[in-house]
Every structure is written in structure tokens, then in C-alpha cells.
């Protein structure tokens, strides 16, 4: 049985904590904030909940595995799961309504046809044939598997061209350049708001179309095939039941507990260093923080090995290839009941996607984000059906989201600025709830500089999933470090953000702790 240290109890870390008690080692982790779950929180007010991170699942199945192979009870004996339908609306500046069926192929051409014209159904479902190509390309090797030290593979784009007279040859173009995810939408899908709707995927994810490897295709297919999932009670009821398993692993939990260094011995990590100068000895360290936030942890030195994947983007803001885009939300506490046949999620897409992405990414060749803030950006609006987010059915708890510039492009804790910004984003969902201002009872901003004190994420910002391409830019730092036994899970390590991939990387974790280096991942 040996001894481990965890550092940070987001839900990479807490997924490798209930897989490594379960091996039958003794487990404990340190957590600098009250509580876990990391960026997957709650906010509460007046009888209102909102999550404070992502309110929707993608791929339950990473925690199905994780629950079955952890304890008795499953996932669903944990947490009430339901399949959102529609599982997207999608609003347009030229006033186009398309409701996107949940797992339904079939339902999303017919709707893309009703909405954009015959034919724009065909050209999404063959670019979501590429796309399955892609996945099933590099599924394993990128989410299922640590990453290896011939990870330059990966670097190579799997999306495949398509094969049609005369552009057969378009995936690499101007010199050499890989395409990217925005001429996969301008040169397949040929209809602007076609296109949007794919490059909303990416945004989302914290990722910019214009530089995202034409392989990001894979996002809406993931969605578009496996579905997605609310939680009643929303992700924190996930985060919850997760902590709840590691507990009854007997998994030892330290909450205002902040890492101040990584111990080595005889060339091995050896145990961590608290703030109020208490050392706590271990067989092995998991460090579940941004990689970017380990040398300090280090006495500087840096945890990789020559050749290895380095933290993508600034390491200062979270900015650059890779390296996340952060979240303006707002929350909003509306009186009057919400409508039957409202949306859990609606997207209104910004009439000026350019004026968007430079806001957010930077103007082309410039990878930090510009303070000119776009008029009128993407907004996603969240509207679950769950009484336990109202203080009754007499009222409505709304979550406003928009992808922004970190916390450094842009001065987030100017809070008037903040406010207008926030201003911008209920202006928008105005087309999406009728009559919103006349019901709003109060609202609730938080910007990324709140993000950055809650989780420590430079900048605030919010990872994008690992994906191949882009000779690896957009690929995280490998699971094992140049430190024996140090380890890193989480978002910002291999597979990358986004709820299925942190569990991904605490499976990973647990893997190569319990039967070592040569691990492969899950037969």
C-alpha cells in the first residue's frame, strides 16, 4: 500500500483518487479552496442555484466506468441523469431557428434542411462522417492511452479531405499550412450560419476556429452521437457524488490546505509542503493544478523531460494555441414560471463572428485578445427544468454564458467594464427569453478573475480538449513527468478540459501509479 498525495481536488484529481483507494492505497488530498470539485462549483442566493462551470455532460460513460469500478452504486444509482431534447437551439442574427435533436442523425439533417435548405443536411452529415473518421482514428491513442513519448504522431491532422473532384488536395494549402476548422466550414457546409454553428463547437471549448486543426470536427460529432446529459441538481450533483465515492474509498480530504512545494528524494517526488509549513510524506504526488504552476512547486525547476508536450499558450494568462479561453457568466434570477417547451440550452450566435473572435483570441497573428469587445458576442443560454435551481415553480433560474479573453488581455476586475460586458450578453438573450428584463429580479456576474481565484487556472482560463493536429499544439503535457512520481490529471494535463476528458486523466493517473510506465490504457 503506498502512500499519495494529491494535490487539488477538481475532478481529474478526484477521479484518480477513488481509482488509486480502491487499488488499495491510502489517499489523501489537499485542496487550497473550502471545497471540491474544482471549477465544477455552485452558486446559491435566494432560493437560486447555478453552476458556476459546465452544465451539461458529454460521454457519461467515462463516469459509468468510473463509479462501476470504484463501488456498488452506479452512476445513475448516484446522480439522476436525463438526455436534454432538444439538446441545442440555435438563434441567427437573420432571425433562422434551428432545434437540433438529441442523438438523432437522422433529426439533424432534417432540421439543418428545414432551416438552411435542401442539401445543408447532406453536407453536415458527410463532414460528421470525416468526423467519425477522425475519432476513430485517434480515439484511443489521445483519450484512452497516456501520452507517449512518439506523441508527434498525434501531430498530424486525422480529419481526411474529402474526396471530391477538384479539392481532393484543399486539407494543406498556402505553402504547406494544415487546414483549420474554419476552412472546414467555409469550404463543406458553404452556408455562413452552417458554418457558425460548427465553429461554435469550438468556441465553446475555449478554442479558436481560425487556428483549431481541422480535426475539431470531432466535437459536434462526440455531441451528435453519445448525447448530452443533465444532472438534476446540476454538475455539481456529479462533483458531489464523485466526492462522495472517494469518501467511502476512504479517501482523506485537507480543505484550506495550499501546496507551497513538491518534496524530492533520492530523485523521486517524496510528499508536498504546505503553506502553514506542515510536510506530508508520500510514495507518489498527483498534482491535479496547471502544469504551467508546477516549477514554482519545483524550486523552478521545470517537470519535463527533453521532447516532451509543454503548457500551451501564456503561461501568465492561459492565453495562446491551446491554452484556453476564459468565461464571462452571468446569472440570472427571473420571476415567472419557465415556459414548457423552452430550450435547456440555446445558442444566439453573434451577428459579427469576426469582430468575436479577435475580441476573445487576438486579431490574426496576434495571440492575445484585443480590449475591443464585440457588440454583440455568442451567447449561451441555460434554462434546466430542475426544481431544485428555483425556490419554486413561480420563478426561473437562468445561466448566461460567453467565451472571452482571460483574465490579462483584459482587465476582468474592472468592474464596470465587467458590468457592460455583462449588459452585452443579457441583450443578446433577450432573443431567446421574450420579456426577459420585465421578469429579472437580479443578476449575478462573475468574469475570469473570479474563475482564477477560485481554481488558481492562469488567468482564469478554461482548457480545451486535447486534439490531434497542428504538429501537437494543441495537445497537454504528458500524465508522467521527468520527476519520478509525480504525476499530472486534470484539464490541463493529457486528454486535456471538459468534464469526460478530466476523468479521462485520473483514470490515466491511476493507471500508471498501480501497474507502472508501460500502462497502455483500458482493454
Same mark, same amino acid.
Given at each position: 500500500?503506498?502512500?499519495?498525495?494529491?494535490?487539488?481536488?477538481?475532478?481529474?484529481?478526484?477521479a484518480?483518487?477513488?481509482?488509486?483507494?480502491?487499488?488499495?492505497?491510502?489517499?489523501?488530498?489537499?485542496?487550497?479552496?473550502r471545497? %471540491?470539485?474544482?471549477?465544477?462549483?455552485?452558486?446559491?442566493?435566494?432560493?437560486?442555484?447555478?453552476?458556476?462551470?459546465?452544465g451539461?455532460?458529454?460521454?457519461?460513460?467515462?463516469?459509468?466506468?468510473?463509479?462501476?469500478?470504484?463501488?456498488?452504486?452506479?452512476?445513475?444509482?448516484?446522480?439522476?441523469?436525463t438526455?436534454?431534447?432538444?439538446?441545442?437551439r440555435?438563434?441567427?442574427?437573420?432571425?433562422?431557428?434551428?432545434?437540433?435533436?438529441?442523438? @438523432?442523425?437522422?433529426?439533424?439533417?432534417?432540421?439543418?434542411?428545414?432551416?438552411?435548405?435542401?442539401?445543408?443536411?447532406?453536407?453536415?452529415?458527410?463532414?460528421?462522417?470525416?468526423?467519425?473518421?477522425?475519432w476513430?482514428?485517434?480515439?484511443?491513442?489521445?483519450?484512452?492511452?497516456?501520452?507517449?513519448?512518439?506523441?508527434?504522431?498525434?501531430?498530424?491532422?486525422?480529419?481526411?479531405?474529402?474526396?471530391?473532384r477538384?479539392? @481532393?488536395?484543399?486539407?494543406?494549402?498556402d505553402?504547406?499550412?494544415?487546414?483549420?476548422l474554419?476552412?472546414?466550414?467555409?469550404?463543406?457546409?458553404?452556408?455562413?450560419?452552417a458554418?457558425?454553428?460548427?465553429?461554435?463547437?469550438?468556441?465553446?471549448?475555449?478554442?479558436? =476556429?481560425?487556428?483549431a486543426?481541422?480535426?475539431?470536427a470531432?466535437?459536434?460529432?462526440?455531441?451528435?452521437?453519445f448525447?448530452?446529459?443533465?444532472?438534476r441538481?446540476g454538475?455539481?450533483?456529479l462533483?458531489?457524488?464523485?466526492?462522495?465515492?472517494c469518501?467511502?474509498?476512504?479517501?482523506?480530504?485537507?480543505?484550506?490546505?495550499?501546496?507551497?512545494?513538491?518534496?524530492?528524494k533520492?530523485?523521486?517526488?517524496?510528499?508536498? !509542503?504546505?503553506?502553514?509549513?506542515?510536510v506530508? !510524506?508520500?510514495?507518489?504526488?498527483?498534482?491535479?493544478?496547471?502544469p504551467?504552476?508546477?516549477p514554482?512547486l519545483?524550486?523552478?525547476?521545470? =517537470?519535463?523531460r527533453?521532447?516532451?508536450?509543454?503548457?500551451a499558450?501564456d503561461?501568465?494568462?492561459g492565453?495562446?494555441?491551446?491554452?484556453?479561453?476564459?468565461?464571462?457568466?452571468?446569472?440570472?434570477?427571473?420571476?415567472?414560471?419557465?415556459?414548457?417547451?423552452a430550450?435547456?440550452r440555446?445558442v444566439? %450566435?453573434?451577428?459579427?463572428? !469576426?469582430?468575436?473572435?479577435?475580441?476573445?483570441?487576438?486579431?490574426?497573428?496576434?495571440?492575445?485578445?484585443?480590449?475591443?469587445?464585440?457588440?454583440? =458576442?455568442?451567447?449561451?443560454?441555460?434554462?434546466?427544468?430542475? =426544481?431544485?435551481?428555483?425556490?419554486?415553480?413561480? %420563478?426561473?433560474?437562468?445561466?448566461?454564458?460567453?467565451?472571452?479573453?482571460?483574465?490579462?488581455?483584459?482587465?476582468?476586475?474592472d468592474?464596470?467594464?465587467a458590468?457592460?460586458d455583462?449588459?452585452?450578453l443579457?441583450?443578446?438573450?433577450?432573443?431567446a427569453?421574450?420579456g426577459?428584463?420585465?421578469?429579472?429580479?437580479w443578476?449575478?456576474?462573475?468574469?475570469?478573475?473570479?474563475t482564477?481565484?477560485d481554481t488558481?487556472?492562469?488567468?482564469?482560463?478554461?482548457?480545451?480538449?486535447?486534439?490531434?493536429?497542428?504538429?501537437?499544439?494543441?495537445?497537454?503535457p504528458?500524465n508522467?513527468?521527468?520527476?519520478?512520481?509525480?504525476?499530472?490529471?486534470?484539464?490541463?494535463a493529457?486528454?486535456?478540459?471538459?468534464?469526460?476528458?478530466?476523468?479521462?486523466?485520473?483514470?490515466?493517473?491511476?493507471?500508471?501509479?498501480?501497474?507502472?510506465?508501460?500502462?497502455?490504457?483500458?482493454?
Amino acid at each position: 500500500m503506498a502512500r499519495i498525495a494529491v494535490i487539488g481536488a477538481g475532478m481529474g484529481a478526484m477521479a484518480a483518487a477513488a481509482r488509486l483507494a480502491v487499488a488499495g492505497h491510502q489517499v489523501a488530498v489537499y485542496e487550497r479552496g473550502r471545497t %471540491h470539485g474544482g471549477g465544477v462549483g455552485r452558486f446559491e442566493r435566494d432560493g437560486f442555484a447555478f453552476d458556476t462551470g459546465p452544465g451539461l455532460l458529454h460521454l457519461p460513460a467515462v463516469y459509468r466506468d468510473l463509479f462501476v469500478k470504484t463501488g456498488k452504486e452506479t452512476l445513475e444509482q448516484c446522480v439522476e441523469l436525463t438526455q436534454v431534447d432538444p439538446a441545442s437551439r440555435h438563434l441567427f442574427a437573420d432571425g433562422t431557428d434551428v432545434p437540433l435533436p438529441n442523438a @438523432s442523425r437522422a433529426g439533424v439533417v432534417r432540421a439543418l434542411d428545414d432551416a438552411f435548405g435542401a442539401g445543408a443536411g447532406e453536407r453536415w452529415s458527410d463532414l460528421v462522417n470525416r468526423a467519425r473518421e477522425a475519432w476513430d482514428a485517434t480515439r484511443r491513442p489521445l483519450l484512452e492511452e497516456p501520452l507517449r513519448a512518439d506523441w508527434r504522431a498525434l501531430g498530424r491532422d486525422p480529419y481526411p479531405a474529402p474526396a471530391r473532384r477538384g479539392i @481532393s488536395g484543399w486539407l494543406r494549402r498556402d505553402g504547406g499550412r494544415p487546414a483549420t476548422l474554419a476552412d472546414v466550414a467555409r469550404r463543406e457546409l458553404k452556408d455562413p450560419r452552417a458554418a457558425a454553428l460548427l465553429e461554435s463547437h469550438a468556441l465553446a471549448h475555449s478554442l479558436d =476556429p481560425r487556428t483549431a486543426p481541422a480535426g475539431a470536427a470531432v466535437l459536434p460529432y462526440l455531441e451528435q452521437t453519445f448525447g448530452t446529459w443533465y444532472a438534476r441538481g446540476g454538475m455539481r450533483a456529479l462533483a458531489d457524488a464523485l466526492y462522495g465515492r472517494c469518501r467511502a474509498r476512504k479517501v482523506r480530504f485537507s480543505f484550506g490546505a495550499e501546496v507551497v512545494g513538491i518534496l524530492e528524494k533520492d530523485g523521486r517526488a517524496a510528499g508536498v !509542503e504546505l503553506a502553514d509549513g506542515s510536510v506530508a !510524506e508520500a510514495d507518489a504526488v498527483v498534482a491535479g493544478v496547471a502544469p504551467a504552476l508546477l516549477p514554482a512547486l519545483l524550486g523552478g525547476a521545470e =517537470p519535463w523531460r527533453d521532447g516532451d508536450v509543454r503548457p500551451a499558450g501564456d503561461p501568465a494568462t492561459g492565453a495562446g494555441a491551446g491554452g484556453g479561453a476564459g468565461r464571462l457568466t452571468v446569472f440570472l434570477a427571473l420571476r415567472g414560471a419557465r415556459p414548457r417547451d423552452a430550450a435547456h440550452r440555446t445558442v444566439v %450566435h453573434t451577428p459579427d463572428r !469576426e469582430a468575436e473572435l479577435a475580441a476573445v483570441f487576438g486579431k490574426a497573428g496576434d495571440s492575445r485578445g484585443t480590449r475591443e469587445p464585440c457588440p454583440r =458576442p455568442t451567447v449561451t443560454v441555460l434554462r434546466p427544468d430542475d =426544481p431544485t435551481t428555483r425556490p419554486d415553480e413561480d %420563478h426561473e433560474a437562468v445561466t448566461l454564458t460567453a467565451t472571452v479573453a482571460p483574465h490579462g488581455p483584459v482587465d476582468w476586475i474592472d468592474g464596470p467594464a465587467a458590468e457592460q460586458d455583462a449588459e452585452r450578453l443579457v441583450a443578446a438573450a433577450e432573443a431567446a427569453i421574450p420579456g426577459l428584463r420585465d421578469r429579472l429580479l437580479w443578476r449575478e456576474v462573475r468574469t475570469p478573475a473570479d474563475t482564477a481565484a477560485d481554481t488558481a487556472a492562469p488567468g482564469g482560463a478554461v482548457p480545451g480538449p486535447a486534439l490531434a493536429g497542428a504538429d501537437g499544439r494543441f495537445l497537454r503535457p504528458a500524465n508522467l513527468t521527468r520527476l519520478p512520481g509525480l504525476y499530472l490529471a486534470g484539464g490541463w494535463a493529457h486528454p486535456g478540459g471538459g468534464l469526460a476528458h478530466a476523468g479521462m486523466s485520473g483514470a490515466m493517473v491511476a493507471g500508471l501509479i498501480v501497474d507502472g510506465a508501460d500502462w497502455r490504457g483500458s482493454q
